[in-house]
């Protein structure tokens, strides 16, 4: 494919997945008392009990312009499909530019780490408030490129460094996390210069680059035990196929086998976009978790 092609194809995908209309929660809970510590939640709709919930991160870069809206449609999707959804919103970069930075920074640190984790740690009651007829039993926690990220590290917590405030004593009860599009592996996205430079802007920069990824990069937190699969889109752009599959022979070589997916003809945002197939391709890589 030449290079106007593909970014033609990565035009229509966006504007595809852009163009539905934000879905409105069922219900909204805070976990904290900054505006973006809250969780929306999206009941089946086919009003059954005993379902499985997905815990959602949306993805964005880390950065401010990307609230947990854009991926409402995906979230109602699931919701249409029998799953319970648990929507979550953390704080990301400031939306000023700092001087020399084309764009929104990406991320805070430490405080998006410290909202995923109270997120998390909060769900199982809030949930079981707001969506009293899901399982908790069989929670898979799933999210989108930057959110892949922060899925991969929510079911990796108990093998953070001794000394992590965000560790855990003993694995998340989880069923599994699927990874769609991750940002799973920071040495090949910074060789990529996946997002633009956003992951030395969530680290704060190359001084403290290589001390803060042995906390956050996924590729450095393995083996987890969590079972865990990854679907990427062959033609994306955005996080390209080498960094999903440095992710994985990162999880290899240490002894743990992740489930790849890959779509031909599928860019970064068909995997969210509920007019496209891929997306009920990552239905049913949840379900297969889930149940």
Known sequence: MSDSAARDRDAAETESAFAHPVVAPDGSAAYGSHPDQVIDFFAPRDGRTGT????????GAWRAPYDRQHVSPFADFLARRGFAVAS???????????????????????????????????LPALAAGKLPGADLRKTVVTGHSAGGQLALWAA???????????????????????????????????????????????????????????????????????????????????????????????????????????????GHFPLIDPAADACAVVAEEIAQLAW
């Open 52 to 59: 499985p919930l997905v815990v959602l991160l949306h993805g």
């Open 156 to 266: 990796a917590r108990h093998v953070l460094p001794e000394g992590s405030p965000w560790r855990l004593p003993a694995a998340p009860p989880l069923r599994g996390v699927v990874a769609l599009a991750p940002i799973g592996d920071f040495a090949s996205a910074v060789e990529l210069d996946v997002c633009s430079g956003a992951l030395h802007q969530l680290l704060g920069g190359a001084d403290d680059f290589e001390a803060r990824s042995a906390h956050v990069d996924p590729a450095l937190l393995l083996p987890t035990g969590i079972a865990t699969a990854v679907v990427q889109g062959v033609e994306d752009t955005t996080v390209p196929q080498a960094v999903t599959e440095a992710f994985v022979d990162a999880a290899a070589k240490a002894g743990e086998m992740v489930g790849l997916t890959l779509l031909d003809g599928v």
């Open 88 to 122: 979550v919103e953390y704080r990301r970069g400031v939306g000023i530019p700092r001087q020399g930075s084309a764009g929104p920074l990406a991320g805070r640190w430490p405080e998006t780490f410290d909202d995923v984790a109270a997120a998390m740690d909060a």
